[in-house]
């Protein structure tokens, strides 16, 4: 039996709702198994930005998707580096993540071309790596269905509000924090089931778990899938 903690090619995908801990957990994940990080969501805020600064007008489909296939964007997969996001050039590792890109996100991830351009990158992003961790609300069914291993992280919507809450760094108001936190899943489930999960993908529920024992338990069933697939 081969463990996959140590095989060449290794392809973990983890989808989940907005503060079920994703991406940190996937990046720590993705740093033990010695493996590259892709974070999906951070491509779909790039975008975003780039409509804004174009001025594009986020009601309309086609132009939304004719910004985001001219889009250029680069989102560094070193988990041991602090991550960094350009848009054409520009370094925009702070501006993805500030509320105005939070609330306009949805626009573009329920435009279903713009959606399949970024399905197309970051399957090329994937396959450029031997070894992987990608997360997003997508990756196990459409993006990676193939992948070695592929998780749901979920957890209470007490506990996915109070950890956005945390990162945003108490900045928001509690309608702010459920509108960006609960408002936004519901409009982005609108085109991708990202609360249940699909045949083969195994449902991790984090709300009683701490990081480190959500990171444990995303190793062991990244374990436990490798040795399924090599019996
Ligand atoms: O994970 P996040 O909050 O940074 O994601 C930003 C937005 O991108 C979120 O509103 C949903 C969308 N998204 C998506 O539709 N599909 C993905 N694979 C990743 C993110």
Same mark, same amino acid.
């Given at each position: ?6 095989? $060449?090619?290794?392809?973990? /995908?983890?989808? +989940?709702?907005?503060?079920? +801990? ?7 994940? /993705? ?10 969501? #951070? ?9 804004? *600064?174009?001025?594009? $007008? ?7 998707? =004719?910004?985001?296939?001219?889009? !250029? &964007? ?5 988990? =041991? ?30 435009? @279903?071309?713009?959606?399949?351009? %970024?399905? #197309?990158?970051?399957? !090329? ?6 070894? &992987?961790? /990608? *997360?997003?609300?997508? &990756?196990?069914?459409?993006? #990676? @269905? ?10 209470? =919507? ?7 809450? %945390? ?49 444990? /338990?995303?190793? =062991? ?11």
């Amino acid at each position: 039996m081969t463990s996959s903690l140590s095989t $060449d090619r290794l392809v973990v /995908a983890v989808d +989940g709702p907005s503060g079920s +801990g994703k991406s940190s957990v996937s990046r720590e994940a /993705a740093r033990r198994l010695g493996a590259a990080y892709l974070d999906t969501g #951070a491509m779909y805020r790039a975008v975003t930005l780039s409509c804004l *600064e174009e001025g594009v $007008d986020l009601a309309s489909r086609q132009a939304v998707a =004719e910004a985001v296939r001219r889009a !250029e &964007i680069e989102v560094s997969t070193d988990p =041991e580096q602090e991550q960094t996001v350009l848009v054409n050039g520009r370094n925009v590792t702070q501006e993805i993540r500030e509320p105005r890109i939070s609330e306009r996100v949805s626009a573009v991830a329920t435009t @279903p071309q713009a959606r399949e351009n %970024l399905v #197309a990158r970051q399957r !090329e992003i994937i396959g450029a790596h031997p070894r &992987i961790v /990608a *997360e997003g609300r997508d &990756i196990t069914t459409v993006v #990676a @269905p193939d992948a070695d291993a592929r998780i749901l992280l979920t957890a209470s =919507e007490e506990a996915r509000l109070r950890r956005r809450g %945390l990162q945003l760094g108490g900045s928001q108001s509690a309608e702010q924090l459920a509108e960006q936190v609960t408002g936004r899943d519901r409009k982005d489930s609108a085109l991708v089931n990202f609360t249940s999960a699909a045949d083969g993908v195994v449902t991790l529920d984090s709300s009683d778990l701490d990081f480190e024992q959500t990171v444990q /338990a995303v190793l =062991e069933i990244v374990l436990r899938a490798g040795s399924e697939g090599t019996r």
